[in-house]
């Protein structure tokens, strides 16, 4: 085939723990990922000549090289010259519903599904471990956004365990709109404020993962315990961006009035989000921090857990 429609799933993290910083300038983490249905469409198409062209409508999407999607198909290109030299370029549409800079993971899960439409356009036949290295080199949490589903990730976000699928739980976000965080800054600012609190030592390290693995919230995951999974929602992100924008922690109380499984900013933020058991409650709950906060820049969403990340879009 010669072009193929793509659904990239955005991520929530339920799980967020900051553990030490790293001699490459990264840091340890341990975080619990989930996909959610809320997804972008990205066609791929072959181009018919050498270039690589990424088109998306949203005013904050580029097209040249800071598109992580624009680098995903560069990277496709140096590490399969032949295949390249074969087919010939692509032309990348992003259909863009996952807000950008939010903590869902917008723009790494648009360079998952550019790996996963070259794979199967290019016909390269890759391993699931071989998408996942490919990932690896392109941001933290791309190798998550390929996999998709429920999965434990440690040192940079890269390490995947997965863990049994969750497909009870139902999510509502809500987002200023015009509110961005970038990720460098927020763990830059966390680093400012609790790095005499890392662990730095290996040893230690190898036993805080050790403990993450049978941590009360990866025990929760399995029996689908959707109350516990509420109450255990955790973020360390919280603490170092809640005090720059006071106007989250607001949002996170109203969600919590409004009587959620729990609620927490997702990532580096500022979107946060609040688990409920059905669709209607999920619902009720939008409305009622629509009414409670009443501010035209706040935008809410509904949707859902699901145990994919990139799916060919029927
Ligand atoms: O890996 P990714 O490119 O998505 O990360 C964006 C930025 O977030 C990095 O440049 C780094 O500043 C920070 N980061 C970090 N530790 C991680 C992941 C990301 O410090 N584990």
Redesign the pocket.
């Known amino acids: 085939m010669h072009s193929y429609s793509l659904a990239a799933a955005a991520k929530i993290n339920l799980y967020l723990e900051i553990i030490g910083?790293?001699s490459d300038?990264?840091?340890?983490?341990a975080t619990v990922f989930q996909s959610i249905d809320l997804v972008d469409k990205i066609d791929l198409r072959l181009s018919g000549n050498d270039s690589i062209c990424v088109h998306c409508d949203h005013p904050q999407v580029p097209s040249d090289r800071t598109n992580l999607a624009y680098r995903a198909a560069e990277l496709m290109k140096t590490e399969f010259p032949d295949a390249f030299a074969k087919y010939g370029g692509i032309n990348i549409t992003i259909d863009k519903q996952i807000p950008v800079a939010a903590g869902l993971a917008g723009g790494?899960t648009n360079a998952a599904a550019v790996l996963v439409g070259i794979d199967l356009i290019w016909q390269l036949g890759l391993t699931q471990a071989e998408l996942q290295t490919l990932a690896a080199q392109?941001?933290?949490?791309?190798p998550f956004c390929v996999m998709g589903g429920t999965a434990l990730a440690t040192?940079?976000?890269e390490n995947l365990s997965p863990l049994p699928d969750l497909d009870n739980l139902y999510v509502v976000l809500a987002k200023y709109r015009n509110l961005t965080i970038s990720?460098?800054w927020a763990?830059?600012t966390y680093r400012e404020k609790y790095s005499d609190c890392y662990i730095t030592d290996a040893q230690s390290l190898a036993a805080c993962w050790e403990k993450v693995h049978s941590s009360p919230m990866v025990r929760a995951i399995a029996p689908k315990d959707s109350t516990q999974i509420g109450k255990l929602l955790h973020n360390d992100f919280e603490r170092a961006v809640f005090p720059e924008y006071p106007q989250l922690m607001q949002l996170k109380a109203a969600f919590e009035q409004a009587r959620v499984l729990g609620t927490i900013m997702s990532g580096?933020g500022p979107t946060i989000f609040a688990l409920t058991e059905t669709p209607e409650q999920a619902q009720l709950v939008k409305e009622t921090v629509k009414q409670a906060i009443s501010d035209p820049e706040l935008e809410l969403w509904v949707t859902k857990f699901i145990p994919t990340g990139i799916r060919i879009a029927k």
């Open positions: 910083s790293r300038g990264y840091h340890e983490l790494s392109l941001g933290s949490d791309v040192e940079r976000g990720t460098p763990y830059q580096s």
